[in-house]
């Protein structure tokens, strides 16, 4: 199983911009479809971006569209995400996760899929 740890949260005002990285251990990462999560306090996890293992497809919650941008670097075993334009509605903490399904050809119904998870990294935008 694939071990991941984000890194990148931190505060910053609304308009400003973050790049968050998940470093994979364990196994490549080109084995697995990758994702974005987040769960702001006193809501449920919900889905930001997944990306294919090879990059070839790429799907975004529409709240983050436009402004967020998720890749991956397979041999350096890391996945991204380019946030820009931060709102303080984007403010919680932000999970990487990994699934067997290689290659997403929809937007995820949910989280099921996704077998490994970081521990999360906080992201806090100030209006």
């Known amino acids: 199983q694939v071990q991941l740890v984000e890194s990148g949260g931190g505060l910053v005002q609304a308009g400003g911009s973050l790049r968050l990285s998940c470093a994979a251990s364990?196994?490549?990462?080109?084995?697995?479809?990758m994702g974005w999560f987040r769960q702001a306090p006193g809501k449920e996890r919900e889905f930001v971006a997944v990306?294919?293992?090879?990059?070839?497809?790429?799907y975004y919650a529409d709240s983050v569209m436009g402004r967020f941008t998720i890749s991956r670097a397979n041999a350096k075993n890391t996945l991204y995400l380019q946030m820009n334009s931060l709102k303080p509605e984007d403010t919680a903490v932000y999970y990487c996760?990994?699934?067997?399904?290689?290659?997403?050809?929809?937007?995820?119904?949910?989280?099921?899929?996704?077998?490994?998870w970081g521990q999360g990294t906080q992201v806090t935008v100030s209006s």
């Open positions: 364990g196994r490549t990462i080109s084995s697995y479809g």
């Open positions: 990306i294919s293992w090879n990059g070839g497809s790429i």
């Open positions: 996760a990994a699934s067997d399904q290689r290659y997403f050809i929809r937007r995820p119904r949910g989280s099921d899929d996704f077998g490994s």
